[in-house]
Protein backbone atom coordinates (compact mmCIF):
# COMPACT_ATOMS: atom_id res chain seq x y z
CA UNK A 1 0.00 0.00 0.00
CA UNK A 2 1.30 3.59 -1.00
CA UNK A 3 0.92 6.75 0.60
CA UNK A 4 -2.00 9.14 -1.02
CA UNK A 5 -0.85 10.84 -3.96
CA UNK A 6 2.28 8.44 -4.27
CA UNK A 7 3.35 5.58 -6.49
CA UNK A 8 5.31 2.88 -5.99
CA UNK A 9 9.17 3.50 -6.87
CA UNK A 10 8.22 7.04 -7.54
CA UNK A 11 11.63 9.08 -8.21
CA UNK A 12 11.69 12.68 -8.26
CA UNK A 13 10.82 14.49 -11.81
CA UNK A 14 11.93 17.69 -12.90
CA UNK A 15 15.96 19.08 -12.04
CA UNK A 16 17.29 19.37 -8.94
CA UNK A 17 16.97 22.92 -8.27
CA UNK A 18 17.19 23.58 -4.38
CA UNK A 19 18.68 21.15 -1.50
CA UNK A 20 18.97 21.82 2.09
CA UNK A 21 18.83 20.88 5.46
CA UNK A 22 15.82 21.21 8.01
CA UNK A 23 17.34 22.17 11.42
CA UNK A 24 15.96 22.79 14.62
CA UNK A 25 14.72 26.31 14.28
CA UNK A 26 12.34 25.05 11.44
CA UNK A 27 10.20 23.32 13.61
CA UNK A 28 6.37 23.62 15.32
CA UNK A 29 5.44 22.79 18.71
CA UNK A 30 5.44 18.96 17.48
CA UNK A 31 9.03 18.87 16.36
CA UNK A 32 7.74 18.77 12.61
CA UNK A 33 9.14 21.44 10.12
CA UNK A 34 6.68 23.89 9.54
CA UNK A 35 4.65 23.31 6.52
CA UNK A 36 5.59 27.38 5.25
CA UNK A 37 9.41 26.54 5.85
CA UNK A 38 9.02 23.74 2.94
CA UNK A 39 6.74 25.74 0.59
CA UNK A 40 9.43 28.74 0.93
CA UNK A 41 12.09 26.17 -0.48
CA UNK A 42 10.00 25.39 -3.23
CA UNK A 43 9.09 29.18 -3.86
CA UNK A 44 12.69 29.51 -3.82
CA UNK A 45 13.24 26.20 -6.19
CA UNK A 46 10.44 27.06 -8.83
CA UNK A 47 11.78 30.89 -8.46
CA UNK A 48 15.68 29.49 -9.77
CA UNK A 49 13.33 27.76 -12.47
CA UNK A 50 11.63 30.53 -13.99
CA UNK A 51 14.15 33.54 -13.86
CA UNK A 52 16.37 30.96 -15.87
CA UNK A 53 13.47 30.15 -18.41
CA UNK A 54 12.42 34.02 -18.61
CA UNK A 55 16.17 34.88 -18.59
CA UNK A 56 15.23 38.07 -16.23
CA UNK A 57 13.36 38.89 -13.18
CA UNK A 58 9.58 36.54 -12.12
CA UNK A 59 7.20 36.94 -9.61
CA UNK A 60 5.02 34.04 -8.02
CA UNK A 61 1.30 34.70 -8.70
CA UNK A 62 -0.59 31.60 -7.33
CA UNK A 63 0.03 28.07 -6.06
CA UNK A 64 -2.40 25.24 -7.08
CA UNK A 65 -3.07 23.55 -4.38
CA UNK A 66 -0.55 22.03 -1.97
CA UNK A 67 -1.00 18.48 0.16
CA UNK A 68 1.55 17.04 3.05
CA UNK A 69 2.00 13.51 1.94
CA UNK A 70 4.73 13.13 5.12
CA UNK A 71 6.28 15.02 7.30
CA UNK A 72 10.06 16.52 7.15
CA UNK A 73 11.65 16.05 10.45
CA UNK A 74 14.80 17.80 11.95
CA UNK A 75 18.13 16.17 9.89
CA UNK A 76 16.45 15.40 7.08
CA UNK A 77 18.26 17.20 3.48
CA UNK A 78 14.83 18.25 1.95
CA UNK A 79 15.48 18.25 -2.03
CA UNK A 80 13.30 20.36 -4.27
CA UNK A 81 12.84 19.59 -7.85
CA UNK A 82 11.57 21.47 -10.43
CA UNK A 83 10.07 21.34 -14.34
CA UNK A 84 8.72 23.94 -16.45
CA UNK A 85 5.27 22.54 -17.88
CA UNK A 86 4.01 25.71 -19.79
CA UNK A 87 4.95 28.80 -20.59
CA UNK A 88 2.06 31.63 -22.17
CA UNK A 89 3.19 35.16 -22.83
CA UNK A 90 4.25 36.56 -19.57
CA UNK A 91 3.64 33.76 -17.50
CA UNK A 92 4.70 30.35 -16.94
CA UNK A 93 3.51 27.00 -14.59
CA UNK A 94 6.30 25.49 -12.92
CA UNK A 95 5.98 21.88 -10.91
CA UNK A 96 7.68 21.49 -8.20
CA UNK A 97 8.20 18.53 -5.96
CA UNK A 98 9.71 18.45 -2.43
CA UNK A 99 11.56 15.03 -1.45
CA UNK A 100 13.05 14.20 2.49
CA UNK A 101 16.26 12.49 2.52
CA UNK A 102 15.98 10.90 5.65
CA UNK A 103 18.41 11.85 8.59
CA UNK A 104 21.15 9.36 8.59
CA UNK A 105 18.96 6.90 6.22
CA UNK A 106 19.71 6.21 2.76
CA UNK A 107 15.44 6.72 2.25
CA UNK A 108 14.38 9.25 -0.21
CA UNK A 109 10.89 10.08 0.30
CA UNK A 110 8.67 12.55 -1.82
CA UNK A 111 7.23 14.70 0.81
CA UNK A 112 4.70 17.08 -1.00
CA UNK A 113 4.17 19.12 -4.57
CA UNK A 114 2.54 21.83 -6.25
CA UNK A 115 2.00 23.86 -9.49
CA UNK A 116 3.40 27.19 -8.83
CA UNK A 117 2.89 30.15 -11.19
CA UNK A 118 5.60 32.89 -12.00
CA UNK A 119 5.39 35.84 -14.16
CA UNK A 120 8.40 37.49 -16.04
CA UNK A 121 8.42 41.32 -14.70
CA UNK A 122 10.68 43.81 -16.04
CA UNK A 123 12.82 46.57 -13.56
CA UNK A 124 9.44 48.46 -13.09
CA UNK A 125 7.42 45.40 -11.90
CA UNK A 126 5.50 44.90 -14.79
CA UNK A 127 4.46 42.07 -16.58
CA UNK A 128 7.38 41.53 -19.62
CA UNK A 129 7.11 38.60 -22.03
CA UNK A 130 8.76 35.30 -21.64
CA UNK A 131 11.24 35.06 -24.39
CA UNK A 132 11.97 32.07 -26.52
CA UNK A 133 13.42 29.23 -25.00
CA UNK A 134 17.61 30.01 -24.76
CA UNK A 135 19.62 27.93 -26.99
CA UNK A 136 21.89 25.36 -25.33
Known amino acids: ???????????PRG???VRTIAMPADTNANGDIFGGWVMSRMDQAGGIAGVDRAQGRVVTIAVEA?????????GDVLSVYTTV?????????????????RFRT???????????TFVAIDEEGRPRPVPPPAED
Do not use: C, N
Open 1 to 11: MTEPGLQPEEK
Open 15 to 17: ALT
Open 66 to 74: MTFFRPVKV
Open 85 to 101: ESVGRTSMKIYVEAWAK
Open 106 to 116: TIHEKVTDATF
